[in-house]
């Protein structure tokens, strides 16, 4: 119980006091009967003479019972408000909140578990039980909030979440509410009895349902109000990469291409000519348009790199469906136009890969030389119309759409990133991470499939710099560190190049490595002595050596040295 706060008084610049919080905690004096016995055997000079002595530790928890708050007037007099808890004596849950004013009215929050409705029916609750089964015990199932005056409670908010069994975990399924315009004095409690599930007041609203999860309990798809709200997981289900309104989940797919568009990851599967993904799916870090990562098409590449989603387009809805393919892609210097395109087609559902039906149009576009620059390219697909086609017997056949790029050039490459497939009245947004290790956001793009923000970070992953599509500096970040830094490096024995990796501050003095090209962090001023003398950069030494420094980005320091013996030591000043 030791080092739980009391009391707390908040004065003004005048030393009055303006407010007062006083805590009060669990004081059940039964308390102390709650331990486990610890046994300590201790050996004194030998084997053969030994000390036993036991104890108890104590497992109760100290919660708290109560807070009082009195607000001061300097005109005199004040108001008190006090908080009484009460807790589950089993789980030690909160169970109520009272919250009384000074006029003597209370408002009490009252709070329910899985626990307080699983009674072992199997067919009752059934997700109940398992919650319970697997020790999900701390989830509020009802928040019940009721003003009480004159001894009778009525209720004026409460919320009831509801939870099913998704991929066999237990999750939340449905969330209700009720906000009535005058108190309820015939509230009913959610409640459970045997062959049922939990029965709520009817007066209940459903605002949201959480209607599909993968198999690592990620939220795929819920609806409320407004319409449908999609995602998409990445990097092995580690982060949602991009949420969609009004579009389910089975609609949609995307591809930032950071991760190899290996199978499984964001909606698309690869297929094509290619003997080894390797041939045409080659990651490049150096010419991405968002995130880390794009995609180099190699040359010849017949058939490309062929991204194809899983979406299964249901009958009935042909004639209102229209999807949209967007990306952005690159073409160097020498590149012919159009020998590249992106495309998109219907195959019949569980086939591979033919149009179907067999006199549907193919949606193509054919990409021209953008000369070494990113350019945003989009094709569509007119569902109706390929439902035209169907024959009468074939009427109910389910489609699945395929989308893939293509480049035929055959001397060079062509680069792609951010794809993107969903119905033309979705709204996609879409976040690119910094993976491995998992620092954070790299870049979000908008419902245009256009930069946001980008981030950088420094070497110690803490976040450096937001910039905006145009790389215009929205927010910088600069980290100082207290105290003067020495490193010294010495002995370069005329070694072309020699750098240092400074790591953190207050790092030792450490040898550098000539020859090499390591960058460091730099916070600060800093000066640097060549053979025992402080010198500006660049100099050049009588012996003809030239010292110089550079900055390879933000905030990242090279020295460069050139001919002679020498030795230096860099001086931050902050």
Not at 127 to 137: D, E, G, P, W
Request: hydrophobic letters at 30%.
């Amino acid at each position: 119980e030791r080092g739980l706060e009391l009391s707390m008084k908040y004065y003004a610049s005048d030393k009055f006091l303006l407010r007062e919080i006083s805590n009060e905690y669990n004081n059940d004096p039964a308390r102390y009967n709650k331990y486990v016995r610890s046994v300590q055997i201790q050996n004194y000079l030998s084997t053969y003479n030994q000390g036993i002595s036991a104890y108890g530790i104590y497992t109760f928890y100290p919660h708290l019972k109560s807070q009082t708050e009195k607000e001061y007037f300097r005109a005199g007099g004040d108001i008190t408000s006090k908080e009484d808890y009460t807790y589950d004596p089993t789980y030690n849950h909160l169970k109520s909140v009272t919250n009384t004013t000074s006029e003597g009215t209370k408002m009490i929050t009252k709070y329910t578990y899985p626990y307080n409705y699983s009674n072992g029916d199997p067919a009752s609750t059934a997700t109940i039980n398992v919650m319970v089964s697997r020790n999900i015990l701390n989830t509020p199932i009802e928040i019940s909030t009721f003003v009480e005056k004159n001894g009778v409670q009525s209720l004026v908010e409460s919320k009831l979440n509801i939870y099913n069994t998704f991929n066999g975990l237990p999750l939340l399924y449905q969330q209700y509410s009720i906000n009535p315009k005058e108190p309820l004095t015939d509230f009913q409690p959610a409640s459970a009895s045997a062959g049922s599930s939990i029965i709520k007041d009817s007066r209940y609203v459903l605002k949201t349902t959480l209607e599909n999860y993968d198999n690592k309990g990620n939220l795929l798809q819920y609806r409320d109000n407004s319409g449908t709200t999609s995602y998409i997981w990445g990097y092995d289900q580690s982060f949602p990469i991009a949420e969609v309104k009004n579009a389910t989940a089975a609609q949609i797919a995307y591809n930032g291409l950071e991760m190899g568009g290996s199978p499984g990851q964001s909606g698309w599967e690869n297929f094509g000519p290619a003997t080894t993904i390797a041939d045409f799916d080659v990651q490049d870090k150096s010419a991405s348009f968002a995130g880390l990562y794009a995609v180099k098409i190699a040359p010849p590449s017949s058939g490309g790199i062929n991204y194809a989603t899983t979406i299964n387009v249901t009958p009935g809805a042909y004639s209102k469906e229209k999807y949209k393919m967007s990306c952005w892609i690159k073409t160097p210097v020498g590149y012919t136009s159009n020998k590249a395109f992106i495309c998109m087609y219907t195959i019949k559902a569980n086939t591979c890969c033919a149009v179907y039906p067999v006199n549907a149009p193919v949606s193509q576009t054919f990409i021209p030389a953008t000369n070494g620059k990113w350019q945003y390219f989009e094709t569509y697909l007119d569902l109706g119309a390929i439902s035209a086609l169907l024959a009468p017997g074939n009427a109910g056949d389910v489609l699945s759409i395929r989308a893939y790029s293509a480049n035929t050039d055959n001397s060079l490459p062509v680069y792609i990133d951010e794809v993107r497939v969903h119905p033309v009245d979705a709204l996609m947004k879409t976040y690119t991470y910094n993976f491995n290790p998992q620092v954070g956001l790299s870049t979000i793009l908008d419902e245009n499939n256009q930069i946001i923000n980008k981030y950088e970070y420094n070497i110690f992953n803490k976040l450096k710099v937001v910039r905006d599509k145009d790389n215009n500096i929205v927010k910088k970040i600069n980290y100082k560190y207290k105290g003067n830094y020495l490193i010294k490096c010495e002995g370069l024995q005329g070694k072309s190049l020699a750098s240092y990796d400074f790591i953190a501050p207050n790092d030792a003095i450490r040898e550098c490595t000539p020859g090499g090209t390591v960058s460091y962090s730099v916070s600060g001023d800093f000066n640097v002595k060549i053979d025992g003398v402080i010198r500006t950069l660049p100099y050049a030494s009588p012996d003809g050596t030239s010292w110089t420094k550079t900055f390879d980005r933000d905030y990242f320091l090279v020295i460069s040295t050139t001919n002679g013996s020498h030795s230096f030591t860099i001086i931050f000043n902050n």
